[in-house]
């Protein structure tokens, strides 16, 4: 699962909008409208204050290789 498909479940598990997740997470609509369709360009930052509204956020992890 990539973060676009987590991030549109996770808003339809808590019947949210597009807009209304927007609004909440102080970002733009086209931006999670981007975000959900996984546009490579996206700004980590902006991910996150997405994310915060579901109590998480991505950060760096060490691979094992």
Avoid: C, W
Avoid at 48 to 63: C, D, R, S, T, Y
């Amino acid at each position: 699962m990539n973060i676009g498909e987590y991030l549109r479940e996770k808003r339809k598990l808590y019947h949210i909008s597009q807009i209304e997740l927007a609004e909440r997470a102080g970002v733009g609509v086209r931006f999670v409208r981007e975000l959900e369709q996984n546009k490579p360009t996206v700004q980590m930052d902006k991910v996150n204050q997405v994310l915060a509204l579901f109590g998480e956020e991505l950060q760096p992890v060490k691979i094992k290789l």
